[in-house]
């Protein structure tokens, strides 16, 4: 059988991580199915490189025998896919088109041949990968998005929006789950967001948006998002999740990675008794800690829950006078300076904690390395994938 033949599906493996393979197959699949094109964006680098990815893993996967993962994973891929527009017809071109570019690429001299044994192995595994797809899409009867309406945006400060919007229906989520959106500005880039409250039953959602420098998405949202604005949310992931009964939790948030925290605070807070809390809030600047007020607020309500805000740098810019104050009353919080990792680890490695970190890829490795640096075991820390 064509997908239990390890070394021709390992074959497979090496070639679709290469990007002239995948150049290759973008360029026959769009010549064989025009409709295709337009549902990507004019620049394809991050997408066949993305493509590569999931397609690497999978055959890695099945080289090594192992189905139950990357069946799970290619399904939801399929629901997921809803989202872009896809229709079962493209499934049939991308295999054709796949299937050919795989031939010529490994029909080329080298190492590695197009052989029977690899065509069959081609063949056996585009089917499955397009079938389960296609299949999940198919038998999915939720929503393939969320449209809602921005009710407010407030610029939080030079580089922060907090962005309201009210869903034509509401998603069901946990707090603390990631989602795609796609703002009106940028048509089909498609960026991850955590929503920064809880479901709400009536549809009302919240996303706090850092700009990025020189990012497209975050950049149009901070700048140029506007009431009224039709947004397009996909279905939630991700598990990040306090465990009302797994001991107390260190919280530490980069700038807008308060808002998965935030929601599973603002979760916990619906309850009387909970694990006690420690969130560390940082960002650059002390104007950029743009949420204290509201955490001052859920804070002086739940003894459960401390708030050390931080900030790279002692002083504020001189734009800061130009957005929201967001000094909190005095009190509560010990403002302290420095860099998040070692602020936080000043205090040891937290190692009986829960610990949840959110916020750019950087930030989270950094802090995560100086935790496991100081004993915190890393099966007790928990952090959403560090890209898309
Ligand atoms: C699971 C998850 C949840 C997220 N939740 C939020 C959220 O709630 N709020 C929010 O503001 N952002 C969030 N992000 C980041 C967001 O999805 C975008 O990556 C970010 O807004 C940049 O998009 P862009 O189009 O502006 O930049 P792009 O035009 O895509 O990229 C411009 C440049 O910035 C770099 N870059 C991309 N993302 C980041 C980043 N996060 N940090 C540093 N450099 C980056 C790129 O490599 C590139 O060089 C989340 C990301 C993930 C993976
Ligand atoms: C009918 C076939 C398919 C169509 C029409 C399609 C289309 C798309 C589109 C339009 C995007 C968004 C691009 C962007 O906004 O930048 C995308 C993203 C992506 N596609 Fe596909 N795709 C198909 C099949 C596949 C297959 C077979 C795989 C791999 C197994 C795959 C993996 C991905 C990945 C990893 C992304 C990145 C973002 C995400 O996860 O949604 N796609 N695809």
């Not at 029909?107 to 029977?116: K, V």
């Not at 950049?219 to 604005?229: C, K, N, Q």
């Not at 107390?248 to 948030?253: C, P």
């Not at 600047?285 to 829950?305: K, M, S």
């Amino acid at each position: 059988m064509s997908l239990e033949d390890a070394a021709a599906l390992r074959v497979l493996r090496d070639a679709v991580a290469q990007d002239p393979l995948v150049h290759r197959f973008y360029t026959r699949w769009f010549a064989l199915d025009a409709s295709v094109r337009d549902l990507f964006p004019a620049e394809m680098a991050g997408q066949r490189a993305a493509f590569a990815q999931a397609l690497r893993w999978v055959y890695g996967e099945l080289v090594e025998q192992r189905a139950a993962e990357p069946v799970a994973f290619l399904a939801q891929l399929g629901r997921d896919h809803r989202k872009y527009g896809v229709l079962p017809a493209h499934y049939g071109t991308l295999r054709r088109a796949l299937h050919a570019a795989l031939r010529d690429h490994l029909g080329q001299p080298g190492p590695a041949a197009w052989t029977a044994a690899v065509d069959a192995a081609a063949t056996a595994s585009l089917n499955l990968i397009t079938g389960v797809m296609s299949g999940a899409a198919d038998a999915e009867e939720g929503p393939a998005w969320w449209d809602g309406t921005v009710v407010e945006h407030i610029r939080a400060s030079r580089d922060l929006a907090v962005v309201r919007l009210r869903l034509d229906r509401p998603m069901d989520y946990h707090p603390g789950q990631y989602l795609t959106a796609q703002v009106p500005q940028c048509p089909r880039r498609w960026r991850y967001l955590s929503p920064a409250i809880p479901a709400d039953p009536d549809g009302l959602i919240e996303f706090h948006v850092r700009v990025v420098p020189g990012g497209l998405v975050s950049t149009a949202v901070v700048a140029e998002t506007r009431p009224g604005d039709r947004w397009r949310l996909s279905s939630p992931h991700g598990g990040l999740h306090v465990d009302r009964d797994g001991g107390d939790v260190l919280m530490v948030a980069g700038s807008t990675g308060l808002a998965p925290l935030r929601a599973l605070i603002l979760d916990l807070a619906r309850h009387a008794v909970n694990p006690r809390v420690h969130l560390f809030f940082g960002a650059r600047y002390r104007c950029e800690l743009y949420d204290l007020p509201t955490l001052w607020q859920v804070a002086a309500h739940n003894p459960w829950l401390s708030v050390s805000p931080v900030s790279e740098y002692g002083a504020d810019p001189s734009w800061a006078a130009d957005y929201p104050d967001c000094t909190p009353p005095r009190g509560l919080h010990v403002h302290q300076t420095g860099r998040l990792p070692d602020v936080v680890t000043r205090y040891g490695g937290w190692g009986d904690r829960q610990i949840l970190i959110c916020g750019g890829p950087d930030m989270v490795r950094a802090t995560r390395a100086a935790l496991i640096a100081k004993g915190a075991p890393p099966e007790r820390i928990q952090h959403d994938p560090l890209s898309g």
